[in-house]
C-alpha cells in the first residue's frame, strides 16, 4: 500500500467483504434451521390429526399435541430467528450493494487517481453506510459465532487474492 489513506480503505473494504460473506453463511444457517423446525412442526401437527382420526386414544392427548404445535407456530413469529432471517436477507443486500460502490472506487485509488483526503472521506463515508445499513437491518446485530467468523475472513481472503493479488 502506498499510503496510509489506501490502507484504511482497503481494510474497510475486506472488513465489508468478510461482513458480508459472515451475514450470508449466518442467513444460510438460519435458514436451514427454520426450515427444519417448519417441517418437524408440520409432521407432527400432521401426525396428531392422523392419530386422532385412527386411534382410540383419548382425544384430549391429541388436542393437546394439536394445541402445542400451534403453540409452536405463534412462537416462531415471537422468537427473532424470523426477524433475524428478514435482517440478513436486507443486510446482504445493502452489503453487496456497498462492496460493488466500494470496489469500483477501489479502482481510483489504487490507480493512484484520488487524494489522500477524497480517499479518507471515502473511507468514513464507506464505514458510515456500512454502520448505517448493519444498524437498519439488524438493531439487535446478530450473535458472533466464530467458526463462521473465520469461513467468512478466509473466504473474504481468498476472493480478494484472486481479484487483486498485489494487494492482499
Known sequence: MA??????YWNELTDLKAACEYVRLY????SA???????ARSVVGVAALGGWITTNIDPHIWAAVIVAVQI???LQRAIPWAA???GTN????AFDALLIEAQLEWESIAAAE?????????????????RVADKKALPHGLPQRPKLEKLAKATATAYFKSLYPEEA
Open 27 to 30: 442467513r444460510d444457517r438460519l
Open 72 to 74: 409452536a407456530e405463534a
Open 114 to 130: 484520488w487524494d489522500e483526503e477524497k480517499i479518507r472521506k471515502r473511507w468514513a463515508r464507506l464505514a458510515e453506510l456500512r
Open 3 to 8: 499510503s496510509r489513506a489506501q490502507t484504511l
Open 84 to 86: 433475524r432471517f428478514a
Open 33 to 39: 434451521t427454520i426450515n427444519r423446525f417448519a417441517v
Open 90 to 93: 436486507e443486510l446482504c443486500a
